[in-house]
């Protein structure tokens, strides 16, 4: 019975108008599939988009949709304004103080005889010639190319901390308590501080106002699992007292320990991260 039903149903199919009436079936939907106008999941974007770390983009109050995130050619422009926004940092102060306690400074002004000073300092950071600098950082955020920031030198000067000397550099870019306070107060330099830091993130794919990682990162936008950097980045944030991108670096430390196996493994990403 089952057998004269099979062949009553599927015979008309394959003869006569069936057969062509199947084939254009199978024409339209295969046309359907591969057309990006009528399938939407072909479609080619160049926007960044956001990975929630709870939600997708579309569901995350927290992450902007695809029309609201920016694409690399506005994306410096957005960071330059949130690296401008001094007064953020300081709200946060009373809810990480015990946390600047926790962190080695030596009070005082650097004594050692190769330290550039304070005026070296602010030159270095935007134009240091042996490495990375704030120059090249705003020029490769604009083109686009995320991939440079992981295979320069540039932490010493870029995210300046207290340290014993270092290989290479000596005490030559290392700050005490009194030199990051003169740095500080030059506001110029500190938002060009604070720009370095965001456009550092997001080459590692961090969205750092909306605190998740792009969905849809540039080449090159991407967790390097460089723990050094990251953990002298979060120390030169806390001793500097930068607090609302330590938080959004905190979050993105909490987000690859949840859902990426992160480890903490270097002293100053131990020291930075006490709690997580």
Not at 72 to 97: G, R
Not at 236 to 262: A, P
């Amino acid at each position: 019975m089952l057998k004269k039903y099979l062949k009553i149903q599927i015979n008309p199919l394959f003869s006569g108008r069936g057969y062509w009436g199947f084939l254009s079936i199978m024409l339209v939907f295969c046309c359907t599939c591969g057309d990006p106008q009528k399938n939407p999941k072909h479609e080619k974007t160049d926007q960044l988009v956001p990975f929630s770390r709870k939600k997708t983009a579309e569901q995350s109050p927290d992450c902007p949709t695809p029309s609201e995130v920016p694409v690399h050619s506005t994306l410096l422009s957005k960071s330059e304004e949130l690296a401008s926004d001094l007064e953020a940092a300081a709200k946060l102060q009373p809810h990480y103080q015990k946390l600047t306690d926790k962190i080695d400074c030596k009070a005082g002004n650097s004594t050692d005889p190769t330290f550039v000073g304070i005026e070296g300092m602010k030159k270095a950071l935007k134009n240091e010639p042996s490495g990375g600098n704030l120059t090249l950082f705003k020029k490769w955020a604009k083109e686009g190319t995320w991939e440079k920031f992981h295979s320069y030198h540039y932490d010493w000067w870029m995210f300046p901390i207290y340290s014993r000397p270092t290989y290479g550099y000596g005490l030559k870019y290392t700050v005490c308590q009194q030199d990051i306070e003169e740095l500080k107060k030059d506001k110029d330099w500190l938002k060009d501080y604070r720009l370095g830091a965001i456009l550092l993130m997001q080459s590692w794919g961090w969205d750092v106002e909306n605190r998740c990682f792009y969905q849809q990162p540039g080449k090159g936008q991407k967790w390097t699992d460089y723990q050094v950097r990251l953990g002298k980045l979060a120390t030169s944030l806390i001793l500097f007292k930068q607090w609302d991108l330590y938080q959004s670096l905190e979050e993105m430390v909490i987000y690859l320990r949840d859902n990426r196996g992160f480890v903490k493994g270097d002293y100053y990403v131990k020291s930075s991260f006490p709690d997580i």
